[in-house]
T-cell receptor, first 115, second 115 residues
Framework: NAGVTQTPKFRVLKTGQSMTLLCAQDMNHEYMYWYRQDPGMGLRLIHYSVGEGTTAKGEVPDGYNVSRLKKQNFLLGLESAAPSQTSVYFC??????????????FGQGTRLTVV | AQKITQTQPGMFVQEKEAVTLDCTYDTSDPSYGLFWYKQPSSGEMIFLIYQGSYDQQNATEGRYSLNFQKARKSANLVISASQLGDSAMYFCAMSGSSNTGKLIFGQGTTLQVKP
């Protein structure tokens, strides 16, 4: 059972280059998220999706775009990478719950360095 | 706006002793959830425990318990009988009443267990 899989695990980009991070989940979850983790700041939400074909902005969306064309995949794009986007990126998924107690399942993270 | 605060950047505990990691939160939502995640040095995010705002009893999961004090807006994690494998970063997180599963994270606390 793979859970949430992120591709790639590591990447080095030059300033101005573009790239796409892929997240795939095999748990049939409705909700998916992209977070970034920076030292001393915890995880911050970039974008999220509450279902196939839907996306919404999180706390720090600038410089990123997302797409959810298929329920199991959530793509995070950087059109023109900047050094400030050097971070560890986590994808997560969860299932709706009326009690709100649904845990989020996280991928292994992608370490991105922009030079 | 929702906010999570973890005031202990680093903690030490002797093996087999209990330790409390502090978490305070701020929200105007009447319904919310509180989560604790563990992040070992390998980087993955591991769900530990959940507490709902309307839950009458404090949550427990094995050696983990959540000391929920609603009036004080605190949700401290208690780890009993610490083990060397408990050495990790611990994050407190909160979800709101929007039922999107979005999480707001604290800055994290690094716990080191001494043999």
């Amino acid at each position: 059972n793979a859970g949430v899989t992120q591709t790639p695990k590591f990447r080095v980009l030059k300033t101005g280059q573009s790239m796409t991070l892929l997240c795939a989940q095999d748990m049939n979850h409705e909700y998916m998220y992209w977070y970034r983790q920076d030292p001393g700041m915890g995880l911050r939400l970039i974008h999220y999706s509450v279902g196939e074909g839907t996306t919404a902005k999180g706390e720090v969306p600038d410089g990123y775009n997302v797409s959810r064309l298929k329920k199991q995949n959530f793509l995070l794009g950087l059109e023109s990478a900047a050094p400030s986007q050097t971070s560890v990126y986590f994808c997560a998924s969860s299932q709706p719950s009326f009690r709100g107690n649904t845990e989020a399942f996280f991928g292994q993270g992608t370490r991105l360095t922009v030079v | 706006a929702q906010k999570i605060t973890q005031t202990q950047p680093g903690m030490f505990v002797q093996e087999k002793e209990a330790v409390t990691l502090d978490c305070t939160y701020d929200t105007s939502d009447p319904s919310y959830g509180l989560f604790w995640y563990k992040q070992p040095s390998s980087g993955e995010m591991i769900f530990l425990i959940y507490q709902g705002s309307y839950d009458q009893q404090n949550a427990t999961e094995g050696r983990y318990s959540l000391n929920f004090q609603k009036a004080r807006k605190s949700a401290n994690l208690v780890i009993s009988a610490s083990q060397l494998g408990d050495s990790a970063m611990y994050f407190c997180a909160m979800s709101g009443s929007s039922n999107t599963g979005k999480l707001i994270f604290g800055q994290g606390t690094t716990l080191q267990v001494k043999p």
